[in-house]
């Protein structure tokens, strides 16, 4: 995994990011090998990012709930607390059921990689990896997440009302909207509700797509409108108000 830190920096730096994405976004790096968290961190470092490393689960555990990083990288083997498991653990919290986890392992088994996804993480990547690889992919997941607050803020900038809403027999689903401050509630489709239930258990995109029977990209879609309806910014918002309110069991 060594690099060329003159030449790539300019392939992930802040070119690609300046006016797009709002820095520096934090990033958590957990992997016990030494040379393996000093080659992901100098590498986001240069790329703008702000970079934490610890070297096993456990501390993983305890930098999410501590910092509230944008993403986070772990290997899989590491001592006091395994990827598999600190992944679970953070998706138990529903604050960080949404978090965009990316999986690093010499494990290369078809089993291993469905436990990886299994265990809610958003990307497998087995070692040995190119540098950039990883950034494209960081890049992807941060990307996408910042779209989506942009497309909040947005709309609800242009649709700051107040509704209730009852009961209807066109495949609306019975919501209240006891919420507090502007909060927007409008009615969630069936398949809206759907999605929603998923993304609660803490889902990937993929796999709701595979319960649903639908594209990534069409599940995307959906949670844009989840996003927009419940004017919540982020799907860690979106799982709390969900939960708050009572719109999913």
Not at 26 to 55: F, K, N, P
Not at 142 to 158: A, G, N, P, T, V
């Amino acid at each position: 995994m060594s690099i060329d830190i003159a030449h790539n920096s300019k392939l992930v730096g802040q070119n690609n990011y300046r006016g797009v994405l709002p820095m520096p976004l934090t990033i958590l790096v957990a992997d016990d090998d030494l040379g393996t968290r000093l080659s992901i961190s100098d590498y986001l470092d240069l790329s703008g990012y702000t970079v934490i490393t610890v070297d096993n689960g456990i501390d993983a555990l305890a930098m999410v709930e501590k910092r509230h990083p944008d993403l986070m990288v772990t290997d899989i083997m590491m001592p006091r607390m395994n990827g598999y498991e600190l992944v679970r653990r953070i998706r138990q919290q529903s604050g960080f059921r949404l978090l965009p986890v990316i999986l690093l392992t010499a494990r290369i088994k078809t089993q291993e990689r469905i436990l990886g996804y299994q265990s809610g993480c958003d990307l497998y990547l087995p070692k040995p990896f190119e540098l950039e690889e990883l950034a494209a992919a960081i890049r992807n997941l941060l990307e996408r997440s910042q779209i989506i607050q942009s497309e909040c803020r947005f709309f609800y900038q242009e649709e700051i009302r107040d509704f209730t809403y009852t009961k209807a027999e066109n495949g609306y689903i019975s919501v209240s909207t006891q919420v507090h401050n502007s909060q927007i509630l409008t009615p969630l489709t069936v398949r809206e509700q759907e999605v929603l239930e998923l993304l609660t258990h803490g889902f990937s995109n993929a796999e709701i797509g595979n319960h649903l029977h639908l594209s990534p990209r069409t599940v995307e879609k959906y949670v844009s409108s989840l996003l927009r309806k419940t004017q919540t910014c982020n799907r860690a918002e979106l799982v709390r108000f969900a939960m708050k309110h009572g719109l999913v069991e």
